[in-house]
Protein backbone atom coordinates (compact mmCIF):
# COMPACT_ATOMS: atom_id res chain seq x y z
CA UNK A 1 0.00 0.00 0.00
CA UNK A 2 2.74 2.43 0.65
CA UNK A 3 4.40 1.66 -2.24
CA UNK A 4 1.07 1.99 -4.67
CA UNK A 5 0.87 5.51 -2.37
CA UNK A 6 4.06 6.93 -3.56
CA UNK A 7 3.68 5.99 -7.09
CA UNK A 8 0.89 7.76 -7.13
CA UNK A 9 2.92 10.76 -5.44
CA UNK A 10 4.79 10.73 -8.12
CA UNK A 11 2.98 10.59 -11.18
CA UNK A 12 0.98 13.69 -9.21
CA UNK A 13 4.27 15.60 -8.64
CA UNK A 14 5.49 14.78 -12.39
CA UNK A 15 1.77 15.86 -13.84
CA UNK A 16 2.52 19.19 -11.59
CA UNK A 17 5.62 20.03 -12.79
CA UNK A 18 4.63 19.27 -16.61
CA UNK A 19 1.79 21.48 -16.06
CA UNK A 20 4.19 24.26 -14.64
CA UNK A 21 6.38 24.24 -17.55
CA UNK A 22 2.74 23.89 -19.80
CA UNK A 23 1.64 27.46 -18.31
CA UNK A 24 5.27 29.13 -18.36
CA UNK A 25 5.54 28.59 -21.78
CA UNK A 26 2.72 29.91 -22.39
CA UNK A 27 3.40 32.85 -20.51
CA UNK A 28 6.55 33.04 -22.38
CA UNK A 29 4.59 32.70 -25.80
CA UNK A 30 2.01 35.31 -24.58
CA UNK A 31 5.04 37.93 -23.99
CA UNK A 32 7.46 37.07 -26.98
CA UNK A 33 4.05 37.41 -28.80
CA UNK A 34 3.76 40.68 -27.05
CA UNK A 35 7.24 41.64 -27.91
CA UNK A 36 7.28 40.83 -31.56
CA UNK A 37 4.21 43.13 -31.94
CA UNK A 38 5.76 45.54 -30.49
CA UNK A 39 8.96 45.32 -32.39
CA UNK A 40 6.95 45.08 -35.80
CA UNK A 41 4.68 47.72 -34.76
CA UNK A 42 5.52 51.15 -37.23
CA UNK A 43 6.94 54.07 -36.25
CA UNK A 44 4.34 56.63 -36.65
CA UNK A 45 4.65 60.63 -37.12
CA UNK A 46 2.83 63.64 -37.29
CA UNK A 47 1.66 64.49 -40.70
CA UNK A 48 0.35 68.25 -40.70
CA UNK A 49 -2.95 67.91 -38.97
CA UNK A 50 -3.41 63.48 -39.24
CA UNK A 51 -0.54 60.54 -38.72
CA UNK A 52 1.68 58.96 -41.04
CA UNK A 53 3.75 56.05 -40.40
CA UNK A 54 7.51 56.20 -41.02
CA UNK A 55 6.81 53.56 -44.07
CA UNK A 56 4.87 56.37 -45.89
CA UNK A 57 1.47 54.97 -45.37
CA UNK A 58 -1.20 57.70 -44.18
CA UNK A 59 -2.53 56.31 -41.23
CA UNK A 60 -5.18 59.15 -40.26
CA UNK A 61 -5.27 61.85 -43.31
CA UNK A 62 -4.90 65.34 -41.99
CA UNK A 63 -8.46 66.62 -41.21
CA UNK A 64 -10.37 69.15 -38.94
CA UNK A 65 -9.79 66.62 -35.79
CA UNK A 66 -7.36 66.98 -33.67
CA UNK A 67 -4.49 63.57 -33.22
CA UNK A 68 -2.28 63.35 -30.52
CA UNK A 69 0.16 60.06 -30.41
CA UNK A 70 0.23 58.78 -26.84
CA UNK A 71 3.11 57.37 -25.65
CA UNK A 72 4.27 55.28 -21.95
CA UNK A 73 7.32 56.94 -19.52
CA UNK A 74 9.49 54.86 -21.55
CA UNK A 75 8.62 57.05 -24.65
CA UNK A 76 7.12 54.02 -26.28
CA UNK A 77 4.31 54.79 -28.80
CA UNK A 78 1.08 52.77 -27.66
CA UNK A 79 -2.31 54.26 -28.91
CA UNK A 80 -3.33 57.35 -31.26
CA UNK A 81 -5.91 59.66 -29.72
CA UNK A 82 -8.67 61.48 -31.65
CA UNK A 83 -10.72 64.33 -30.63
CA UNK A 84 -13.41 65.69 -32.11
CA UNK A 85 -14.71 68.59 -30.80
CA UNK A 86 -18.40 69.93 -30.70
CA UNK A 87 -18.61 73.53 -31.10
CA UNK A 88 -21.88 76.04 -31.03
CA UNK A 89 -20.47 79.01 -32.44
CA UNK A 90 -23.67 80.74 -31.58
CA UNK A 91 -22.82 80.77 -28.19
CA UNK A 92 -19.75 82.50 -27.07
CA UNK A 93 -17.66 81.87 -23.54
CA UNK A 94 -16.91 84.81 -20.82
CA UNK A 95 -14.65 85.64 -23.05
CA UNK A 96 -16.07 86.31 -26.64
CA UNK A 97 -14.59 82.71 -27.92
CA UNK A 98 -16.70 79.91 -29.53
CA UNK A 99 -18.52 77.72 -26.64
CA UNK A 100 -17.25 73.99 -26.40
CA UNK A 101 -20.54 71.52 -25.62
CA UNK A 102 -19.00 68.66 -26.18
CA UNK A 103 -16.02 66.15 -26.95
CA UNK A 104 -15.47 62.77 -28.69
CA UNK A 105 -12.62 60.63 -28.57
CA UNK A 106 -11.48 57.59 -30.63
CA UNK A 107 -8.72 55.32 -29.46
CA UNK A 108 -6.81 53.69 -32.14
CA UNK A 109 -3.58 51.20 -31.98
CA UNK A 110 -0.58 51.84 -33.51
CA UNK A 111 -1.93 49.56 -36.89
CA UNK A 112 -4.87 52.14 -36.56
CA UNK A 113 -7.38 49.76 -35.45
CA UNK A 114 -10.36 51.39 -32.76
CA UNK A 115 -10.02 50.29 -28.98
CA UNK A 116 -11.78 52.91 -27.43
CA UNK A 117 -14.69 55.56 -28.38
CA UNK A 118 -16.18 58.04 -25.72
CA UNK A 119 -18.37 61.11 -25.81
CA UNK A 120 -18.37 63.46 -23.09
CA UNK A 121 -21.05 66.37 -22.96
CA UNK A 122 -19.80 69.39 -21.31
CA UNK A 123 -19.36 73.00 -21.84
CA UNK A 124 -16.87 75.43 -21.65
CA UNK A 125 -13.54 77.03 -23.08
CA UNK A 126 -12.63 75.01 -26.17
CA UNK A 127 -9.27 74.48 -24.60
CA UNK A 128 -10.17 73.61 -20.72
CA UNK A 129 -13.58 72.07 -20.79
CA UNK A 130 -12.41 68.14 -21.41
CA UNK A 131 -9.26 66.72 -21.26
CA UNK A 132 -7.70 63.28 -21.96
CA UNK A 133 -4.79 62.05 -19.67
CA UNK A 134 -2.84 59.09 -20.90
CA UNK A 135 -1.49 57.12 -18.09
CA UNK A 136 2.37 56.34 -17.66
CA UNK A 137 2.71 53.01 -18.08
CA UNK A 138 0.57 52.78 -21.05
CA UNK A 139 -2.63 51.55 -19.06
CA UNK A 140 -5.54 52.55 -20.72
CA UNK A 141 -7.71 51.22 -17.79
CA UNK A 142 -5.43 53.86 -15.39
CA UNK A 143 -5.82 56.69 -18.31
CA UNK A 144 -8.31 58.94 -17.41
CA UNK A 145 -10.83 62.05 -18.64
CA UNK A 146 -11.09 65.34 -16.65
CA UNK A 147 -14.01 67.60 -17.03
CA UNK A 148 -13.78 70.90 -16.27
CA UNK A 149 -17.58 72.31 -14.83
CA UNK A 150 -15.91 74.89 -12.59
CA UNK A 151 -17.94 77.98 -14.10
CA UNK A 152 -21.00 76.74 -15.21
CA UNK A 153 -21.65 73.80 -12.26
CA UNK A 154 -18.95 74.32 -9.98
CA UNK A 155 -18.37 70.67 -10.23
CA UNK A 156 -15.08 68.84 -11.20
CA UNK A 157 -15.07 65.14 -12.62
CA UNK A 158 -12.84 62.31 -14.03
CA UNK A 159 -14.12 59.48 -16.13
CA UNK A 160 -12.29 56.41 -16.67
CA UNK A 161 -11.88 55.70 -20.88
CA UNK A 162 -15.50 53.79 -20.39
CA UNK A 163 -17.14 56.69 -18.93
CA UNK A 164 -17.07 55.47 -15.69
CA UNK A 165 -17.25 58.63 -13.32
CA UNK A 166 -14.44 57.78 -10.65
CA UNK A 167 -14.83 61.26 -9.21
CA UNK A 168 -17.66 63.97 -8.74
CA UNK A 169 -16.06 66.61 -6.58
CA UNK A 170 -18.26 69.79 -5.66
CA UNK A 171 -15.31 72.71 -5.64
CA UNK A 172 -17.21 75.95 -5.67
CA UNK A 173 -20.51 76.11 -3.81
CA UNK A 174 -23.54 77.32 -6.51
CA UNK A 175 -23.74 80.51 -4.75
CA UNK A 176 -20.39 81.39 -5.43
CA UNK A 177 -20.50 80.76 -9.14
CA UNK A 178 -20.96 84.58 -10.72
CA UNK A 179 -17.72 85.62 -8.54
CA UNK A 180 -15.46 83.81 -10.68
CA UNK A 181 -15.16 84.07 -14.61
CA UNK A 182 -12.05 82.05 -15.55
CA UNK A 183 -10.84 78.80 -14.11
CA UNK A 184 -8.54 75.89 -15.15
CA UNK A 185 -8.18 72.52 -13.96
CA UNK A 186 -5.30 69.90 -14.36
CA UNK A 187 -4.31 66.01 -13.23
CA UNK A 188 -1.17 64.48 -12.53
CA UNK A 189 -1.78 60.84 -13.76
CA UNK A 190 0.57 58.56 -11.74
CA UNK A 191 0.68 54.70 -11.96
CA UNK A 192 -0.98 54.41 -8.78
CA UNK A 193 -2.53 57.49 -7.45
CA UNK A 194 -4.39 60.40 -9.00
CA UNK A 195 -3.22 64.65 -8.37
CA UNK A 196 -6.51 67.06 -9.42
CA UNK A 197 -5.44 70.77 -8.67
CA UNK A 198 -7.53 73.83 -9.76
CA UNK A 199 -7.09 78.04 -10.01
CA UNK A 200 -9.79 79.92 -9.90
CA UNK A 201 -10.06 83.63 -11.17
CA UNK A 202 -12.42 86.72 -10.43
CA UNK A 203 -12.26 90.30 -12.65
CA UNK A 204 -11.55 91.77 -9.15
CA UNK A 205 -8.22 89.95 -8.66
CA UNK A 206 -9.27 87.37 -6.12
CA UNK A 207 -7.97 83.87 -6.50
CA UNK A 208 -8.88 80.60 -5.66
CA UNK A 209 -6.77 77.46 -5.84
CA UNK A 210 -6.83 73.92 -4.20
CA UNK A 211 -6.42 70.08 -5.32
CA UNK A 212 -6.44 66.73 -3.57
CA UNK A 213 -4.75 63.11 -4.37
CA UNK A 214 -7.19 60.39 -5.26
CA UNK A 215 -6.60 56.41 -5.66
CA UNK A 216 -7.38 55.32 -9.17
CA UNK A 217 -10.73 54.39 -8.09
CA UNK A 218 -11.56 58.09 -7.14
CA UNK A 219 -11.08 57.96 -3.32
CA UNK A 220 -9.25 60.62 -1.18
CA UNK A 221 -5.82 60.03 -0.46
CA UNK A 222 -4.41 60.85 2.78
CA UNK A 223 -0.83 62.62 2.00
CA UNK A 224 1.86 63.05 4.48
CA UNK A 225 1.33 67.20 4.05
CA UNK A 226 -0.52 69.54 2.03
CA UNK A 227 0.88 69.47 -1.46
CA UNK A 228 0.30 72.37 -3.38
CA UNK A 229 1.74 71.46 -6.60
CA UNK A 230 3.14 68.44 -7.80
CA UNK A 231 5.29 66.95 -10.96
CA UNK A 232 6.74 63.74 -12.91
CA UNK A 233 10.30 64.76 -13.09
CA UNK A 234 12.30 64.22 -16.10
CA UNK A 235 14.75 61.88 -16.36
CA UNK A 236 17.62 63.67 -17.81
CA UNK A 237 19.86 60.09 -18.19
CA UNK A 238 16.90 58.18 -20.18
CA UNK A 239 15.34 61.04 -22.13
CA UNK A 240 11.88 60.24 -20.28
CA UNK A 241 9.36 61.13 -17.72
CA UNK A 242 11.20 59.66 -14.36
CA UNK A 243 7.63 58.16 -12.60
CA UNK A 244 9.38 59.82 -9.10
CA UNK A 245 7.31 63.09 -8.23
CA UNK A 246 8.13 66.22 -6.50
CA UNK A 247 5.54 67.56 -4.25
CA UNK A 248 5.50 71.10 -2.58
CA UNK A 249 4.34 72.65 0.30
CA UNK A 250 4.35 75.64 2.60
CA UNK A 251 6.81 75.16 5.56
CA UNK A 252 6.95 76.71 9.04
CA UNK A 253 8.86 79.63 7.97
CA UNK A 254 6.18 79.81 5.21
CA UNK A 255 9.27 78.77 2.89
CA UNK A 256 8.81 76.09 -0.03
CA UNK A 257 9.45 72.78 0.92
CA UNK A 258 9.68 69.81 -1.19
CA UNK A 259 9.02 65.66 -1.18
CA UNK A 260 10.13 62.74 -3.52
CA UNK A 261 7.24 60.81 -3.88
CA UNK A 262 7.01 57.46 -5.60
CA UNK A 263 4.33 56.05 -8.09
CA UNK A 264 2.48 54.96 -4.80
CA UNK A 265 2.25 58.21 -3.78
CA UNK A 266 4.53 57.38 -0.65
CA UNK A 267 7.32 59.49 0.66
CA UNK A 268 10.53 58.57 -0.47
CA UNK A 269 12.54 61.48 0.47
CA UNK A 270 11.23 64.36 2.62
CA UNK A 271 12.11 67.82 3.57
CA UNK A 272 13.99 69.26 0.31
CA UNK A 273 14.31 72.99 -0.30
CA UNK A 274 15.91 72.78 -3.77
CA UNK A 275 15.23 69.69 -6.42
CA UNK A 276 17.22 70.24 -9.51
CA UNK A 277 18.02 67.73 -12.23
CA UNK A 278 16.73 64.07 -12.09
CA UNK A 279 19.26 61.67 -13.80
CA UNK A 280 18.96 57.63 -13.59
CA UNK A 281 17.83 57.40 -10.11
CA UNK A 282 19.80 59.97 -8.54
CA UNK A 283 19.01 64.09 -7.72
CA UNK A 284 20.72 67.36 -7.14
CA UNK A 285 19.11 68.43 -3.93
CA UNK A 286 19.41 71.12 -1.20
CA UNK A 287 18.38 69.58 2.52
CA UNK A 288 19.20 71.62 5.92
CA UNK A 289 22.56 73.25 5.55
CA UNK A 290 23.66 70.44 2.79
CA UNK A 291 23.62 70.18 -0.73
CA UNK A 292 24.54 67.76 -3.19
CA UNK A 293 23.50 64.26 -4.64
CA UNK A 294 21.05 62.07 -3.36
CA UNK A 295 19.84 58.59 -4.75
CA UNK A 296 15.65 57.92 -4.92
CA UNK A 297 15.67 56.10 -1.36
CA UNK A 298 17.14 59.68 0.33
CA UNK A 299 20.79 58.67 0.68
CA UNK A 300 23.58 61.52 0.37
CA UNK A 301 25.89 60.32 -2.63
CA UNK A 302 28.13 63.42 -2.32
CA UNK A 303 27.14 66.18 0.18
CA UNK A 304 28.55 69.33 1.27
CA UNK A 305 27.89 72.23 2.92
CA UNK A 306 25.62 74.88 0.93
CA UNK A 307 27.96 77.66 2.48
CA UNK A 308 30.57 77.15 0.01
CA UNK A 309 31.15 81.02 -0.38
CA UNK A 310 32.79 83.43 1.53
CA UNK A 311 29.78 86.13 0.65
CA UNK A 312 27.48 83.32 1.87
Known sequence: MKKN??????????????LCFGL??????????????????????????????A??????????????????KQNRQCYVLETEKQIDPKRLTYYGE????????HIYDVQ????KELSVQA????????????????SLEKSCILVNRLLTEGRLQILDCDGNVLLNEQI?????????????????VAENFIRVFYDLYSNDGDM????????????PLEMAQDYNYTYNMYDEYNGCVSGYYVASYVGPQGQDVYDVLNSNGQVVISGLTFVGNFSNGYLVVQQGFSRGLMDVQGNWVYQESQFTELED
Open 112 to 115: GRLQ
Open 55 to 72: DGELLFPPCDKEYRILQD
Open 98 to 105: PLLVGCTF
Open 172 to 188: VPQEELAKWQNGYAHLE
Open 123 to 138: EGSVDEAVSFYFAPDG
Open 5 to 18: FSLWKNMFCLLGIT
Open 24 to 53: AGCAKDELSANLDEQADAPVLLYYYNGIIT
Open 208 to 219: KNGGQFYDLNGQ
